[in-house]
């Protein structure tokens, strides 16, 4: 499993902008065996990229100190 984080801040900091991408590849996972074996490990789970993308603004300062 991969993660990478980018991002940025702009507008004297209260506009930040980024993304993120996760890839997880091939891995192990638990079943029973037909046989009556026990456990076995198999390898069925197909890899995959998730991306997402985020944003947030900073309207106004909630607690200001005097």
Do not use: H
């Amino acid at each position: 499993m991969a993660t990478l984080t980018i991002g940025t801040r702009l507008m004297d900091e209260k506009l930040t902008l980024g993304g993120r991408i996760n890839f997880v590849g091939r891995r192990p996972v638990e079943g029973i065996s037909g046989n009556q074996s026990g456990w076995v490990t198999l390898t069925k789970c197909e890899p995959y990229t998730v991306v997402d993308i985020f944003a947030s603004y900073k309207f106004s300062e909630i607690c200001r100190q005097s």
